[in-house]
């Protein structure tokens, strides 16, 4: 069975429906597999989704952002990834004021096509509270 098929399985079970974050950071997923999340019917509660340093494509951003089950989701982490992170990026000063959000180039392109999905709207401030 591919890694893939795999996945789609694991996707399947309604169980799932109970999950609001996953943390999947450094574990070398590939679309195939993100594509399959982002299918799952059963992650309707999902808030708070961590993929950064892994070998997502802009394949995966765009799965996600079609995804008719993935409404709720607030966060996004894309870091590191072979396309740039779309999802607004804080610049803080040393005493942890916020002075600016930087907008990705490619923010604006999936705006256009999906929408105001939240999670292209909303800046993370290093905590999972309220998601």
């Not at 069975?1 to 070398?28: K, N, V």
């Not at 059963?42 to 993935?70: F, I, M, P, V």
């Not at 256009?112 to 401030?125: I, N, S």
Request: glycine share 8%.
């Amino acid at each position: 069975m591919r890694l893939a098929e795999s996945f789609e399985a694991f996707f399947s079970r309604p169980e799932l429906s109970q999950i609001r974050s996953i943390d999947c950071r450094l574990t070398g997923l590939e679309d195939p597999v993100i594509e399959a999340l982002a299918a799952c019917p059963h992650l309707g509660q999902l808030r708070w989704l961590e993929l950064s340093q892994n070998e997502l494509s802009r394949a995966s951003l765009n799965a996600l952002a079609a995804s008719k089950t993935l409404g709720n989701l607030q966060f996004l982490g894309f870091q590191a990834n072979r396309c740039p992170d779309p999802t607004p990026q804080e610049v803080e000063d040393g005493h942890g004021f916020v002075h600016a959000v930087n907008h990705a180039p490619n923010q604006g392109e999936l705006r256009a096509r999906y929408g105001d999905l939240p999670w292209l709207k909303r800046a993370f401030h290093g905590r999972r509270e309220g998601l």
